[in-house]
């Protein structure tokens, strides 16, 4: 138990250390000025002492005193007064500062390593996890920060003030002072029982995150088939979960502050009891006395001071904790040193004895693919369910890496492509459309340095320009989250065309035209075809209309690539195609 209470106040200490490091500044400024607070808080305790000895007492044998002295009194209280004013304000102010900056940077370096790590490790971990480690495990990381400077000035106070008792009269020093190793002992009880309530509270609101994330995301689901009660009992349960863990949580902290709260008064009232019979004795004068009690009623704040950042130490470990397995992951998307041909032409696809298997997974989902897409030629992708297609299209863009094997752009293996290289000469379209709560210009450029003339030129390809002129407001028009005031062809056309206004070299279709009418699909691909630099096209297709503008058919089965050629050749040799292409086309002249 002692080992563990050691580990958890080294922790703690590394921890304060991070802090200080990521900000030394503000630090430096915050504890300056939380010292200059500290002092005068001690200079008060003594010009009080001088006031009572050259001004109160004197007054009260002689029945009257001067105005010169009261004036001199006067103003050494508003100085110390005001002082103690900057000091508070600084102290708060660069405090703040320090907190909110290291949020800010901590927030940063999450967010970065989410856009780092490959697809595989975002399909590993919740979203609702996800947006927990960004928000409430990052705030609460640096929670503690807030009372740090002021903790740390209150050292400086101490210190000021535990040489001034020992200066003014050692035994009632002495007598005070021993609140100070029931302190840390306290502290150290504290730490030990509250960590793992602090770790299963942190947990319990990702848990509670997630929840709530997948319900709203699941709306439709929940709505048409009537689980919102089972929904809401989940979420309750979790919730109750949460509000039990923090109750225990508050039942532990509500113990430790009175504590903290009480030692100090009960260093002071030890003194006064003391302190009384000295004076009566004569051992010490009445304004030693008064000095020496406001000096002990003034420890009682960096007493607290300190208390208010141990007391949320162990908060900040548990939250930090839950970040750094985000920092620490590997499997960030390696990049090389080659460049991409810098040319307006179709890419060269080159698909070379491709092997991949999800984590996990007991058989590989691809096998020994291998083909090659000449530029500027449509080639569709065809294959029963479970047979790798999305997964295929996936590594053409290289949202992951296949196990063995290469992908090819114009030759180049896509892992040697220096970063960014991928993404400006390939656009990845996928079934399922994502709209962002923006215009239709917002959501066709995303930011990107396009013309209205570029994005009405993407929309007319993607047969979207009709819908869009008939909108309200035409490109402003706002789309809702999700593109929820759209159709699912309106959004897949948003979609296709927010690829298209980037002029990749190579476009992949992930059954991206599956919600479009057979007859706008078929204008869709003729305009890509027909452009005047026309893109390398990989579809994965299920319609007869979509395969039969294809120039070439490749066969996925059971993960490997068994055939290839054009529509008419792979219907003819090719039994398992033949039904398969029979059978999507039989369902739609049925529906």
């Not at 609140?179 to 319990?204: D, G, H, T």
């Not at 003034?298 to 607290?304: S, T």
């Not at 320009?465 to 028009?477: E, H, I, K, Q, R």
Request: hydrophobic share 50%; net charge negative; charged share 20%.
């Amino acid at each position: 138990m002692p080992r563990r209470r050691d580990a958890v106040v080294r922790r703690g200490l590394r921890h304060v250390g991070r802090a200080v490091a990521g900000q030394p500044g503000m630090f430096a400024a915050a504890v300056s000025a939380s010292s200059v607070y500290g002092a005068m808080t001690v200079a008060s305790a003594f010009v009080i002492g001088e006031i009572t000895d050259r001004v109160l007492l004197p007054s009260f044998e002689d029945g009257a005193t001067t105005g010169t002295a009261l004036t001199l009194a006067a103003v050494a209280i508003i100085a110390v007064a005001l002082l103690k004013i900057v000091g508070i304000i600084g102290r708060r102010l660069f405090a703040g500062i320090m907190q909110y900056r290291l949020q800010a940077d901590l927030r940063r370096r999450v967010t970065g390593q989410y856009l780092r790590l490959p697809l595989s490790w975002h399909q590993r971990h919740p979203t609702g996890q996800l947006l927990s480690n960004a928000n409430s495990d990052v705030e609460a990381a640096w929670f503690f920060v807030a009372p740090l400077p002021f903790a740390c000035g209150a050292l400086v106070m101490i210190a000021i003030t535990v040489t001034a008792l020992i200066a003014t009269d050692p035994l009632l020093a002495v007598v005070g002072l021993v609140v100070f190793p029931l302190v840390f002992v306290a502290n150290a009880v504290y730490s030990q029982i509250m960590s793992p309530r602090m770790q299963r509270a942190q947990q319990l609101r990702a848990e509670v995150s997630e929840i709530a994330h997948e319900s709203f995301d699941a709306a439709l689901v929940v709505k048409t088939l009537g689980r919102e009660a089972s929904e809401t009992e989940r979420f309750a349960a979790r919730a109750d979960e949460l509000r039990d863990g923090l109750v225990a949580v508050g039942r532990v902290r509500g113990l430790f502050d009175p504590i903290m709260e009480a030692l100090p008064n009960l260093g002071t009232l030890a003194v006064l009891l003391i302190g009384a019979h000295r004076a009566a004795d004569g051992a010490t004068d009445a304004g030693d006395l008064v000095s020496i009690a406001y000096l002990f009623t003034l420890l009682a704040l960096p007493i607290r001071a300190i208390g208010w950042v141990l007391a949320d130490l162990p908060r900040a470990l548990a939250g930090y904790d839950r970040v750094t397995p985000v920092l620490d992951a590997t499997g960030e998307t390696p990049y090389g040193p080659d460049a991409a041909t810098a040319t307006a032409t179709g890419a060269g696809v080159g698909v070379q004895g491709v092997d991949f298997r999800f984590d996990g997974a007991a058989t590989p989902t691809l096998r020994e693919v291998t083909f090659d897409v000449a530029a500027g030629r449509t080639v569709a992708v065809v294959g029963p369910t479970g047979s790798g297609k999305s997964t295929l299209a996936g590594l053409l863009v290289r949202l992951t890496d296949p196990v063995d094997g290469a992908v090819l752009l114009d030759g180049v293996d896509l892992r040697r492509l220096r970063e960014g290289e991928v993404s400006d000469q390939a656009a990845f379209v996928a079934q399922s459309a994502f709209l962002f709560d923006d215009t239709v210009r917002g959501n066709v450029t995303l930011g990107g340095e396009h013309s209205d003339d570029e994005v009405w030129t993407a929309l007319r390809v993607a047969a979207a320009d009709g819908f869009v002129s008939a909108l309200p407001d035409g490109l402003d028009t706002r789309v809702g989250e999700r593109g929820a005031s759209l159709s699912g062809g309106q959004r897949q056309r948003l979609a296709l065309a927010r690829a298209v206004v980037r002029r990749p070299r190579l476009l992949v279709l992930d059954d991206a035209t599956s919600a479009v009418d057979p007859a706008v699909e078929a204008r869709i691909l003729d305009a890509l075809r027909a452009s005047e630099s026309p893109a390398t096209v990989v579809v994965v297709a299920y319609r007869q209309a979509t395969i039969a503008l294809a120039d070439e058919v490749v066969w996925l089965e059971g993960g490997r690539a068994v055939a290839r050629g054009t529509h008419d050749e792979l219907l003819e040799q090719v039994p398992g195609y033949a039904a398969l292409v029979r059978a999507y086309s039989q369902a739609e002249v049925t529906a």
